[in-house]
């Protein structure tokens, strides 16, 4: 079986260090460099928020962070059962946001922080973000 | 997030220690927004103590760089090491942002 783990917590900012911090602990054991793991901790810490801050309105909700170690990498996905994305499409443009405060670069720096990318979302349903991070080949030996 | 604040005539300048995301954010924002309505026309957030920053840090260091704008003000951005300052650069900030090495840059 493939080394993995899941961690439930409620939808809370100060969750979004924990896991953080996990999915960095996890990538480190896994054989990333120090490089790779600060563009993990970014991907992550941006769909954790995103969750926290969009996913239950003036509620507190379930969210879930899996990983889990591939052959050449690992794939992290964050979901949620909360209200949705009307339309993800708009969601991943830079500098699309609804609250001003945010700068709408969570979904650019997800995308550009990991090999592959993918969000699925249905509205009132909940919405789940897959990313996979590739290891960086090792040097071959001359 | 701990944040140990200078201040210099119109000048502030914010120190900020810790990992700045969605927790440190609202506490971040506080203090700044303080300082400008304080007066302070010139803000320096100085992010050499700080290790790690997401989307949420860079809305709140916008966002006080929107408002002191507006009131004809200036901000920088001081200290960031190597992987805050690749994350600033991909969101464009040393665009609209003077981000400089450390303090003794900032013009006097």
């Known amino acids: 079986m493939a080394n993995h783990f899941e961690l439930h917590c409620p939808s809370r900012a100060e969750n979004v260090g924990l896991c953080r911090v996990s999915a960095a602990t996890f990538a480190a054991n896994a054989g990333f460099t120090v490089a790779e793991i600060e563009e993990i901790k970014v991907a992550v810490s941006e769909a954790v928020s995103n969750v926290v801050v969009h996913a239950y309105p003036n509620a507190e909700g379930a969210m879930v962070l899996r990983c889990e170690e591939m052959e050449d990498g690992i794939q992290i996905s964050v979901s949620d059962q909360g209200v949705g994305i009307e339309d993800i499409a708009q969601a991943r443009q830079a500098s699309f946001s609804t609250d001003p405060e945010r700068m709408g670069l969570g979904f650019v720096f997800m995308e550009s922080f990991s090999d592959e990318f993918a969000v699925e979302s249905t509205p009132g349903r909940g919405t789940r973000v897959e990313m996979r991070k590739r290891r960086e080949a090792p040097a071959e030996a001359s | ?108």
């Open chain 2, 1 to 108: 997030m701990q944040i140990t604040v200078k201040l210099q005539g119109r000048t502030a300048m914010a120190a900020l220690a810790g990992e700045f995301d969605l927790t440190a954010a609202a506490s971040v924002r506080q203090e700044l927004d303080g300082l400008i309505d304080g007066g302070h026309r010139r803000l320096v957030v100085d992010l050499k103590k700080v290790p790690f920053i997401d989307s949420s840090g860079l809305g709140v260091l916008l966002g006080r760089y929107r408002r002191l704008s507006e009131l004809g003000g200036e901000m920088f951005i001081v200290g960031a090491r190597p992987t805050v300052r690749t994350v600033l650069e991909m969101s464009g900030v040393p665009q609209v942002v003077r981000v400089l090495r450390s303090e003794s840059e900032v013009p006097r």
